[in-house]
């Protein structure tokens, strides 16, 4: 069954809702020495280029970056440019480009109007929740911008003084050579504070504020957590492997989450050796066993070190700091060669290059899919549809995409870029590296639990 590739109406723009505006004044702490000048470490923000001055487009353009030139200069919001003619029309791999400078300079402009409050009082709001955070800067800012770190605090099920001093607790655990190093305080206080589904939007709002900003490095963002926070990244790690670099789960357990989204992110794990509360050191033997297992059947992924530290109970008396550092090493993957992807009890519909739609994202479901060149093969999939998205320093756009399931080839041909995509995978997170021009959706003969054919 061959299927025509059609522009994704997976990613409805999704801005938050407007957040609390608060008066309190922002400062990142520099981690600097005595000889430091007062301004040593903060980092700068990134720099954002006009889209050109309020004259006619140039008509060398084509009609689709000619249109959102024009769009741009009426001062529409550029979320909604996907709902003009333009949007599905075709681009050239520069013009893409183009489009996504263009994009990017005005998502950066709006939020500098909107979100600046919020940044300055780090303190984000939504749903009738808040999540305040401190920051500390650590280190000279790298050309490429601040590597950013997240570090989730412990406690959970206990009074909200008891988290409270948890969190302040974990704004001066980690020390680095380099980066942003950013402390939230949980939303909530029950005992599953940081894996609950506004956990995945506040996060995502966090770094594309600190990207925004502070001219952090999207690459180069990783997350970790003691205790509780560490029972956090066990969660929020797989699910949202493709918003990290690395992570770092400390004295946590993982409760039913399992390691297969794991497979393009470096994870390691720290427990103490006597730590038997909540069986944490049990798990962490079994998950050292399941990765070893990933490892062997896929070389190509499941960078991991899991540790027990001899003689330590829940604290390890700060000898899991190593693990922090191990993670400065890496940089995000976005395109790797193979994606696997396992939904978790709170859904994602984007995950590295794959999506779904709202109705196909279901608790349990596993995708896998595997490339070369621009030979895509869906190796399993629980989901009646898939998109795949593109982009040219992942694929050639210039030559037919092929898509393979169950040894048949469903669909061969050319995917144009468009500025629909674009805007729908920047507005779906605030993240200029993780945009793509392009997408294929192929529907698929599938079986449900019960054995049937799902139809197509």
């Known amino acids: 069954m061959r299927q025509r590739p059609h522009v994704c109406s997976l990613f409805l723009c999704f801005v938050a809702p407007a957040i609390a505006l608060a008066s309190a004044s922002m400062v990142l702490v520099p981690a600097a020495s005595a000889a430091d000048p007062p301004d040593a470490g903060r980092p700068g923000a990134i720099r954002t280029v006009s889209a050109g001055p309020a004259a006619a487009a140039d008509r060398s353009e084509s009609v689709a970056l000619a249109g959102l030139s024009d769009f741009l200069r009426a001062g529409r919001e550029w979320t909604a440019a996907t709902e003009e003619p333009f949007a599905t029309l075709p681009l050239s791999a520069s013009e893409a480009d183009e489009a996504l400078r263009r994009l990017v300079t005005a998502h950066q402009e709006l939020h500098r109007k909107t979100r600046r409050p919020e940044h300055d009082a780090k303190r984000l709001e939504w749903d009738g929740l808040q999540m305040k955070y401190e920051a500390i800067v650590y280190g000279d800012r790298p050309e490429s911008g601040h590597s950013l770190y997240l570090s989730l605090h412990g406690g959970g099920g206990v009074p909200a003084a008891t988290n409270d001093g948890q969190w302040r607790n974990q704004q001066r655990l980690y020390r680095l050579d380099?980066?942003?190093?950013?402390?939230?305080?949980?939303?909530?206080?029950?005992?599953?504070?940081?894996?609950?589904?506004?956990?995945?939007?506040?996060?995502?709002?966090?770094?594309?504020?600190?990207?925004?900003?502070?001219?952090?490095?999207?690459?180069?963002?990783?997350?970790?957590?003691?205790?509780?926070?560490?029972?956090?990244?066990?969660?929020?790690?797989?699910?949202?492997?493709?918003?990290?670099?690395?992570?770092?789960?400390?004295?946590?357990?993982?409760?039913?989450?399992?390691?297969?989204?794991?497979?393009?992110?470096?994870?390691?794990?720290?427990?103490?050796?006597?730590?038997?509360?909540?069986?944490?050191?049990?798990?962490?033997?079994?998950?050292?066993?399941?990765?070893?297992?990933?490892?062997?059947?896929?070389?190509?992924?499941?960078?991991?070190?899991?540790?027990?530290?001899?003689?330590?109970?829940?604290?390890?008396?700060?000898?899991?700091?190593?693990?922090?550092?191990?993670?400065?090493?890496?940089?995000?993957?976005?395109?790797?060669?193979?994606?696997?992807?396992?939904?978790?009890?709170?859904?994602?519909?984007?995950?590295?290059?794959?999506?779904?739609?709202?109705e196909q994202a279901v608790v349990g479901r596993r995708v896998e899919v595997s490339r070369q060149g621009n030979r895509f093969t869906i190796d399993h999939c629980d989901a009646a549809e898939l998109t795949i998205l593109l982009r040219d320093d992942f694929v050639d756009l210039e030559e037919p995409i092929e898509v393979s399931f169950q040894n048949e080839v469903i669909y061969r041909d050319r995917v144009r870029r468009t500025v629909g995509d674009l805007v729908r995978t920047l507005s779906d997170r605030g993240d200029p590296r993780a945009t793509f021009s392009a997408s294929l959706t192929v529907t698929l003969a599938v079986a449900d639990a019960d054995g049937s054919a799902r139809p197509e």
């Open 178 to 358: 380099e980066g942003i190093y950013v402390a939230p305080r949980a939303p909530t206080d029950t005992w599953n504070l940081w894996h609950q589904a506004h956990i995945d939007r506040f996060l995502t709002r966090l770094i594309e504020n600190m990207i925004v900003f502070e001219g952090v490095d999207p690459d180069r963002v990783f997350i970790t957590g003691y205790s509780a926070g560490g029972d956090g990244v066990y969660q929020l790690a797989p699910r949202l492997a493709d918003r990290f670099a690395a992570a770092a789960a400390m004295a946590g357990h993982p409760n039913e989450t399992r390691p297969p989204g794991l497979r393009n992110l470096p994870f390691t794990l720290h427990v103490g050796e006597n730590d038997s509360g909540y069986g944490r050191n049990q798990q962490a033997e079994k998950w050292r066993v399941a990765l070893a297992r990933l490892r062997e059947q896929d070389p190509a992924g499941y960078r991991h070190w899991v540790k027990l530290h001899a003689g330590k109970g829940h604290w390890m008396d700060r000898q899991d700091a190593e693990g922090v550092a191990w993670m400065a090493s890496f940089r995000r993957d976005l395109t790797p060669d193979r994606v696997v992807w396992l939904q978790d009890d709170v859904l994602v519909n984007r995950f590295y290059w794959l999506a779904v739609s709202a």
